[in-house]
């Protein structure tokens, strides 16, 4: 299989539908009695406070699945960065090679006319 290009792991952050910041846990509650549960609650941090929601029955496969799509989208980020670091090291140890020529040419010319 082919590594990852930069254009495919774009699109395929592009094709990400849903996504959902947090963590999902499950709870009852101690002092109630006769009350169906488990409840759910997603927790996540913003502005540098944590915040909880409460999610329904109802909503839970669609945050579970927003959820898994930011998961998605944080590990094709990171594939994303690899990338372009990757291409970063090595445009910068070119550029490193060719001036360390152009200085040694300039000195051996510079030696031969004196």
């Given at each position: 299989?082919?590594?990852?290009t930069?254009?495919?792991?774009l ?19 101690k ?9 759910h ?8 406070k944590?915040h ?15 959820l ?14 690899d ?6 090291r ?11 020529r ?13």
């Amino acid at each position: 299989m082919n590594p990852p290009t930069k254009t495919s792991i774009l699109e395929q952050i592009a094709a990400i539908a849903a996504m959902e910041r947090g963590k999902l846990s499950d709870y009852a509650f101690k002092d109630r009695s006769g009350v169906s549960g488990p409840y759910h609650k997603l927790q996540y941090w913003r502005d540098g406070k944590n915040h909880t929601r409460y999610v329904s029955l109802a909503e839970l496969p669609a945050v579970e699945a927003a959820l898994a799509g930011h998961s998605q989208y944080r590990q094709l980020t990171e594939q994303y960065a690899d990338l372009i670091i990757e291409e970063t090291r090595q445009n910068i140890a070119g550029l490193k090679k060719k001036a360390a020529r152009r200085k040694s040419v300039w000195l051996r010319r510079k030696k031969s006319n004196g």
